[in-house]
């Protein structure tokens, strides 16, 4: 059971936006007048060439906002490590877990000892949670007590650049199995809204034909196709 | 003669989205939900609650993109000091200015022997660069001798948090005149598409009824009108 | 027991470093002369000028970095929302907890029943995380048993405006006890490290004289002292 | 005639903090025994493991801070644009051009005819411009009719992974020339303080072996001595 996520807004016509400010750079025309004036191939022609010289900056000015549910805290954790984005997350200082759940790896549920284990020390915890929030310890204390992989809930938005600086990082098979499924879907969501700006995106070994890991997984992805079927679930 | 400026593009339902950000922080809500849920009137007073609190991180899910003309590129180098900004702007390396053209001053224009000087000196800058560039000097090494308030185009994106941190600086009375009405052009268009949002957006005189500047200029804003009526032009 | 703090550099001179670029913005010298022209009584002129007009942009280019031990999980999630700062964390993926020790509020500390209770459910998780990792589960998926509380380590880095930002958050009575104490600990050797940047430094109530929270704690701060007693252990 | 640059701070001891803080990521040290713990083999090699795996974020801790002078605005236009920096700058609001002094060049000082042509232009337009102050007009006005490669001042102050990356894109032969300089003079002083953070440092073509540029220049840096060579003045 993973995370689920929506993309609630992001920027209309994003693409023509981005190749309008691409165009802006190199031509004479007005600002203004950009926006309008571009045909689709155009538009096509001026972001496969911004990909190609790795001159991303235009692409700041598309901009997505995602709503993520089920994801745990290790990972809420690891993803507001991503500072050019912005964030709004469920409070633990002023929202009850009610009742408090969690995120189990699947290592965990794939084996049985293992899965019962994990089970009952949540269930524990829970109501220790409970039990501390009646003897009067405010919820924002007695959440030190929950597990790490305690449920939690955002609202998260990037650019496109940063974007795929994100997908760079996260659908590498080196980042954890968790932010790597949140990064696949989010780069799925992505790719239905924008297929222009976002084909391809990925890790280096797909987008540079390299890997920059000083201890890589040796396996090179070669699509778009192949990342997203590993994180399915 | 000032910079024109439109609103080429923005995050769709931008007060909604923020107020659901909002929202998620102080709710066990599901995050994918909340977008759906509010109507008007709680996007209304959640958007109030968080202007009166100084809460304004979640007003930067919504983004909005300027194109702007005819703006001094005086001007455009203190815009883009705004570090938490994304910007394209029209290269005097790769454009050739074709007929150089550069802003007045409304100082400079009030004095009809200043205006001439200008205009005059404006010739001889402009005739200087055709001559150099007809030497074969490089476009970009050309316009060393071009005025500092040669004529620029940009495409530029902020969001809305930082939109508010810009008009609080770019709309008092000591900013320079011409980024003051580049700002009133952005907060007359950012109403139009989010008036929830923008309302009130200012110096600190207006939103927060006092100054902190060195050497005010005594004059407290006391509306939005007034704000724009002074850079109306 | 709280989190132990210290100072691991900073910038030389960093009173004088500020005092310099500020002079720089107002004065025709030459950049590289004004470093070694400011006299002790220029350098505290300078700031106080720039405190008392909220310029704060010169305070950018001295920078501290700071060790922080014993930390929570909870309050090191809350710490790194902090963009413009720079942070190494320990990481739970690489790094084996070893005995896995946890942070307990003062509230649960307070309590016996709830100490009893937190001590021994901390117990349990360290055994379910042990008893996990024996059966093979990888130590980053182990840990989603462990406590939010669980302890971190971290070196970080701001530089002086952004020390003074998160001051003014984190030393405020709405802030959390732990994050609390972790900014007026690091306040602490900032005055000791450069008394002139940080005298004052704290929320608006003692730097503004006024509290900006929807729900304030209807105690202003009146001395820095104040502050720093209040989260002392 | 180029820009002078000096190095007037940087962190102490910059590449131990940043092995420091590089370690503490993946081991079970204390942050607070870390820096004092290193011995420089061990910082020495944490740097190379973590330049080979292109792990910069350590990096961030060091801080340098530089002065220059004699740069033009031109130049200053292009170098606020990198965001992840601070700067102050000298401001032609408040300071008085006296007398007001430009950049040529080397491509027009390379034309007797070209550099005739510019230095008469500079003249006019100083001329211009103190008869429009002794006019009234404002400096912060009159300022427009300047050339745009009048002299300026900087401040300025990055962390070591914004300069590997300011290096990257400036010390490439499609960057223009004024600011090559500026990179090669603060790439020659970071060496001279920090020669493990910054050897090597540069474009692509020098740290990856290959060029990303649309049009490259066709020749791949071999070494920093050929990187600083072509750049001395």
């Not at 993520?68 to 709004?88: E, I, M, P, W």
């Not at 310890?137 to 496109?160: V, Y």
């Not at 994100?166 to 790719?191: D, H, Y």
Request: glycine letters at 6%.
């Amino acid at each position: 059971m993973s995370c689920e996520v929506s993309l609630i807004a992001y920027t209309p016509s994003p693409a023509r936006v981005v190749a309008s400010a691409a165009k802006l750079c190199y031509s004479p025309s007005r600002a203004s007048c950009l926006f309008d004036g571009l045909d689709a191939g155009a538009v096509s022609g001026f972001l496969k060439k911004l990909r190609s010289a790795g001159h991303l900056s235009p692409f700041e000015h598309a901009s997505f906002t995602f709503a993520a549910d089920g994801l745990s805290r290790v990972t809420s954790h690891q993803l507001v490590r991503h500072r050019v984005a912005s964030f709004s997350q469920q409070s633990q200082r002023y929202v009850r877990a009610n009742p408090p759940g969690a995120v189990m790896p699947p290592s965990v549920s794939a084996s049985l000892e293992a899965a019962a284990l994990f089970e009952s020390q949540l269930r524990s915890a829970a109501e220790a949670y409970e039990r501390l929030i009646s003897l009067g310890i405010p919820k924002e204390d007695a959440r030190f007590i929950l597990p790490h992989g305690a449920h939690t809930s955002l609202i998260l938005t990037m650019n496109a650049r940063e974007l795929h600086h994100f997908f760079s990082l996260r659908l590498c098979r080196r980042a954890q199995w968790e932010i790597r499924g949140l990064a696949g879907k989010m780069l799925a969501l992505s790719l239905e809204a924008a297929r222009e700006l976002f084909d391809p995106a990925g890790p280096p070994c797909l987008t540079e034909g390299r890997c920059r890991e000083a201890e890589g997984c040796g396996r090179l992805f070669s699509s778009m196709e192949e990342i997203l079927s590993e994180i399915d679930d």
